[in-house]
């Protein structure tokens, strides 16, 4: 009895002990029983978590570096595994979100991703990371209007981002608004002039806008930047033939094919190739 007593005191003393020491610098972690069939994580002071399943101290930071990690390796369903988890600790962490909306996104749930970039703004609305993937997702559900503005807000507060430029010209590309992504791509170059996607909206703006020689200067552009885009040496081969240089065409057209074998099957449902077909060695340069 009296050496339960003693047990007991040196217990209370550590435990006095171990309550005074500062908080920010060591985490008191309580340890529950009980069985359970998913990792349950338990919210204390600062960022360390319990697991009971696993009856062991659990850093969330270092959780969220794996998801992290986990979505630089394109393993996507397991970040968001992860991330869903530590969501159920901490529902307001707005990292955690933006995360979560980036698995999804490249899951093409773009709906759910959607949903998790507006919660993420909801809570830090200077977030633009979380603003710029939230109209990269508008884009791709076809909401250009609703990208364009979010696209503005961003380049509002930072003239200088590149990013959200070329994709403001792209969106405005989608919607036949030629000059304005060709205004825009061209403020892209500014800020960037070595930005391959906004020397390519340039091009394709002034090819709709039946300025095929211009944009030939633009896609060559494209392609002393990044000389094994497969879509720059393409549009190259359609400038060439707008312009009625039609032999010039072939080569530019079998460096893209060899790239990317897929073009050929791009090139046969091209009116601006199709219309070639019968020109013995063309023909043969793009047959399936």
Not at 21 to 50: A, P
Not at 194 to 211: I, R
Request: with cysteine; hydrophobic share 40%; proline share 2%.
């Amino acid at each position: 009895m009296v050496v339960k007593s003693c047990y007991f005191y040196m217990i209370l003393i550590t435990v006095t002990y171990i309550c005074q020491v500062d908080l920010n610098k060591i985490q008191i972690v309580l340890y529950l029983t009980g069985e359970t069939d998913s990792l349950t994580l338990i919210k204390l002071s600062g960022r360390t978590r319990v697991s009971k399943s696993m009856n062991r101290e659990f850093d969330l930071d270092e959780y969220h570096d794996r998801g992290v990690e986990l979505l630089d390796e394109e393993k996507y369903r397991k970040a968001l595994i992860i991330f869903e988890k530590i969501l159920k600790v901490d529902s307001n962490d707005s990292d955690v979100l933006y995360h979560k909306g980036e698995a999804l996104f490249e899951l093409k749930e773009f709906e759910r991703g959607l949903s998790c970039f507006d919660a993420a703004l909801k809570i830090d609305p200077s977030d633009t990371d979380a603003a710029y993937m939230k109209a990269v997702v508008l884009g791709d559900l076809g909401r250009h209007h609703d990208a364009i503005k979010l696209y503005e807000d961003i380049i509002n507060q930072d003239p200088k981002d590149v990013d959200a430029l070329v994709n403001k010209s792209d969106e405005l590309l989608k919607l036949d608004k030629y000059a304005e992504a060709l205004k825009v791509a061209q403020m892209a170059i500014i800020v960037s002039p070595k930005d391959k996607d906004a020397w390519f909206n340039k091009g394709e703006a002034q090819m709709k806008m039946g300025e095929s020689l211009e944009a030939l200067v633009s896609f060559k552009k494209c392609l002393k930047i990044e000389p094994k885009d497969e879509e720059s040496w393409y549009m190259m081969a359609k400038c060439l033939l707008h312009i009625g240089k039609q032999e010039e065409a072939i080569k530019p057209l079998l460096i893209a094919t060899s790239i990317a074998p897929a073009f050929k099957v791009k090139t046969h449902k091209d009116p601006d190739f199709r219309k070639l077909y019968k020109r013995g060695r063309f023909k043969d340069l793009v047959d399936l």
